[in-house]
């Protein structure tokens, strides 16, 4: 299957800080991103969705100035967590939808957030 | 808002036992996704089900999808420790660009 991978796999980082968060398919084309937030022993919650060249997607009760999406180009989506609070501590997924006729996602290994 | 509900959320058996998890959307689903999760992984994508009814397996795994495209099933047959991990169904309405996860059956297999 494609890959995704994502980078860092972990951070710290001080209360109030922004921290950036690299999404990258290496083998194919994501016409679009999804990133995704996962607490413990839960679910995955889309957060937004993001096509390359456009403005990110959010879905309702997520701050899109809190988490500031850029999909410069086909192959990477940033994630920015600005201002970071601990109770925006958690597992950060990507994933990329190749295009119209595959609606799999494949998934990048995600990122954990912790902010103390 | 969309929601797709999965139960059980936990299933604990015995490596031969059989398992199933169960899928329901509120709205009808254009289709529907299964993925697994293994224990500090990420999800892999196993199926993707498209038409009212369909049935399709893979060796010891067996997917619906209900006729009314509103509920799901993923069931395995002879389970074994390498079963062991998280399923969740992610569907999506209308627009295929959007998927909604269902809460995940977390499967444990004692050996």
């Known amino acids: 299957g494609a890959v995704v991978s994502q980078h860092p796999s972990w951070v710290i980082c001080k209360s109030g800080t922004s921290v950036k968060i690299e999404c990258r398919s290496l083998?194919?084309?994501?016409?679009?991103m999804f990133w995704y937030r996962q607490f413990p022993k839960q679910s995955l919650m889309l957060m937004a969705t993001?096509?390359?060249?456009?403005?990110?997607?959010?879905e309702q009760g997520v701050e899109k100035d809190k988490f500031l999406i850029n999909h410069a180009s086909l192959t990477l989506s940033t994630l920015t967590v600005t201002s970071a609070h601990p109770e925006d501590s958690s597992f950060y997924i990507c994933?990329?939808?190749?295009?119209?006729?595959?609606?799999?996602?494949?998934f990048g290994p995600g990122t954990r957030l912790t902010v103390t | 808002g969309q929601q797709v509900m999965q139960i059980p959320q936990y299933q604990h058996v015995q490596e031969g036992e059989d398992f199933t998890t169960y899928c329901n959307s509120s709205?009808?689903?254009?289709?529907i996704q299964w993925y697994k999760q293994r224990p500090g992984g990420h999800p892999v994508f196993l199926i993707q089900?498209?038409?009212?009814?369909e049935v399709k397996k893979q060796k010891r795994l067996t997917f619906q999808f209900g006729e009314a495209k509103k509920n799901s099933s993923l069931h395995i047959t002879a389970t074994q420790t390498t079963d062991v991990g998280t399923y969740f169904c992610?569907?999506?309405?209308?627009?295929?660009?959007?998927?909604?996860f269902g809460s995940g059956t977390k499967l444990n297999v004692k050996p």
């Open positions: 709205t009808t689903l254009s289709n």
């Open positions: 992610a569907g999506t309405i209308y627009n295929f660009n959007k998927f909604y």
């Open positions: 089900l498209v038409k009212s009814g």
């Open positions: 993001s096509n390359e060249g456009s403005k990110a997607t959010y």
């Open positions: 994933s990329g939808h190749p295009g119209l006729y595959s609606y799999e996602q494949y």
């Open positions: 083998d194919f084309q994501a016409t679009t």
